[in-house]
């Protein structure tokens, strides 16, 4: 089973092509996913038709952030796609009116840890897909601010725009208290 999972890895990382934010080989220091030792996910992007199609018979679940006006624009339909070479799918739409909500990442948990393969997540830039993440580790992995945040550098997120902004690393901080209403 790992060999498998780690060929199927493998195989993610080598036909998301180089515009593409994909993880390195897990390691100690660099978990990236449910089993931190032997799972393996890809964080990316909008992926093409022919990217989706050299997914058939991975053992791959894909899993969308993209909002219904986003999946509009896209010239095919990738859950049909995705179904008819019998890749597993699911979506966790975030942004624009779906907002963002720690109901996101319950779903989101809810359908990663039932799946045993690679996972391949993905929104426009793979921006939401890599902040997703985070936020699971987070909350369900019991990783620090901090160490969510290292952990998806790793997976192509660049300092924030506020650390740009400011020039330097920010450290982030669970408070423990709730947000203002809206």
Do not use: W
Not at 20 to 43: E, F, G, N, R
Not at 72 to 86: A, C, H, K, S, V
Not at 89 to 94: C, G, I, K, S, T
Not at 106 to 126: I, K, W
Request: net charge negative.
């Amino acid at each position: 089973m790992k060999r498998t999972l780690t060929m199927a890895a493998t195989f993610l990382s080598a036909v998301l092509f180089a515009g593409c934010a994909s993880t390195s080989a897990p390691t100690a220091t660099s978990p990236t996913a449910k089993d931190l030792t032997s799972s393996k996910v890809t964080i990316t992007g909008q992926p093409t038709r022919d990217q989706f199609e050299a997914l058939e018979n991975t053992g791959t679940l894909v899993i969308n952030s993209r909002t219904d006006a986003e999946r509009e624009r896209i010239d095919f339909d990738q859950e049909e796609l995705l179904g008819r070479i019998n890749v597993a799918y699911a979506r966790v739409p975030m942004g624009g009116d779906d907002g963002y909500s720690p109901e996101q990442v319950a779903a989101f948990a809810a359908v990663f840890e039932a799946h045993d393969g690679p996972v391949l997540m993905h929104c426009a830039s793979g921006g939401r897909s890599r902040t997703l993440y985070a936020a699971y580790l987070i909350e369900y992995q019991g990783f620090t601010p901090d160490r969510a945040m290292d952990a998806i550098r790793t997976l192509g997120q660049g300092p924030s725009s506020l650390e740009r902004l400011l020039g330097e690393r920010l450290s982030i901080r669970r408070t423990g208290q709730p947000l203002p209403s809206e």
